[in-house]
Nanobody, 121 residues
Framework: QVQLVESGGGLVQPRGSLRLSCAASGSILSINDMGWYRQAPGKQRELVASITSDGSTNYADSVKGRFTISSHNAKNTVYLQMNSLKPEDTAVYYC???????????????WGQGTQVTVSS
């Protein structure tokens, strides 16, 4: 099996910073890409940022210039550095990854359990 475990969420004041981490574990052969999504109350889940195994990144327009996604391939871990946070960044943040497994029947996309980020004074 494969698990994604997020950490690093919490309460932060506007203009503050947080760093989220997501570690993948289990019978992993390789990871094609990892990313962060978020879902605010009453809204659909949206892509925040993603990174491929060769380091290509993609960001939602709303976070460009404020958030940075990075990965440590050897540790199967992805990070999201969030700076200049705004109240509208408040959401549950989910890690997502496209994973190839030793057992090909388990290969596919996986989600973490989510971590709450609240931006408020």
């Amino acid at each position: 099996q494969v698990q994604l475990v997020e950490s690093g969420g919490g309460l932060v004041q506007p203009r503050g910073s947080l760093r989220l981490s997501c570690a993948a574990s289990g019978s992993i052969l390789s990871i094609n890409d990892m990313g962060w999504y978020r879902q605010a109350p009453g809204k659909q889940r949206e892509l925040v940022a993603s990174i491929t195994s060769d380091g290509s990144t993609n960001y939602a327009d709303s976070v460009k210039g404020r958030f940075t996604i990075s990965s440590h391939n050897a540790k199967n871990t992805v990070y999201l550095q969030m700076n200049s946070l705004k109240p509208e960044d408040t959401a549950v943040y989910y890690c997502n990854a496209g994973i190839n497994t030793l057992d090909v029947t388990l290969a596919g996309r996986y989600w973490g359990q989510g971590t709450q980020v609240t931006v408020s004074s």
